[in-house]
């Protein structure tokens, strides 16, 4: 069974950076869409952006500041956080999914089925 599993959360100062990793195990890296959320405390989870060939998604509060890439020899998805902001606290989820959908719903939670636990990332001085 595909499994996707986040890491490289942690602590950093506002302004600060920071790279997370989503890296695919348990079969081929195959998934059409892989897609970066986060849910902070007390509020929904909501959408940072998403990856699908090279086509990139982003959410309008990540937008300019966050950068997702994606390295098919490793398996794995990256989420580079720069000029980060108290706002961006959360626990970061990555998640996958195969098959096409339609534009409208890339940055839907929704659209996805391959969940990872999330790491979490605090900005706080």
């Known amino acids: 069974q595909v499994q996707v599993e986040e890491s490289g959360g942690g602590l950093v100062q506002p302004g600060g950076s920071l790279r997370l990793s989503c890296t695919s195990s348990?079969?081929?890296?195959?998934?059409?869409?892989m897609g970066w959320f986060r849910q902070a405390p007390g509020k929904e989870r909501e959408p940072v952006g998403a990856?699908?060939?090279?086509?990139?998604y982003y959410s309008n509060s990540v937008k300019g500041r966050f950068t997702i890439s994606r390295d098919n020899a490793r398996n794995t998805v990256y989420l580079q956080m720069d000029s980060l902001k108290p706002d961006d606290t959360g626990v970061y989820y990555c998640?996958?999914?195969?098959?096409?959908?339609?534009?409208?719903?890339?940055?839907?939670?929704?659209?996805?089925?391959?969940w990872g636990q999330g790491t979490q990332v605090t900005v706080s001085s």
């Open positions: 348990g079969g081929t890296f195959s998934f059409d869409y």
């Open positions: 998640a996958a999914r195969g098959g096409r959908i339609v534009l409208s719903a890339v940055l839907s939670p929704s659209s996805y089925y391959c």
């Open positions: 990856v699908s060939g090279r086509n990139t």
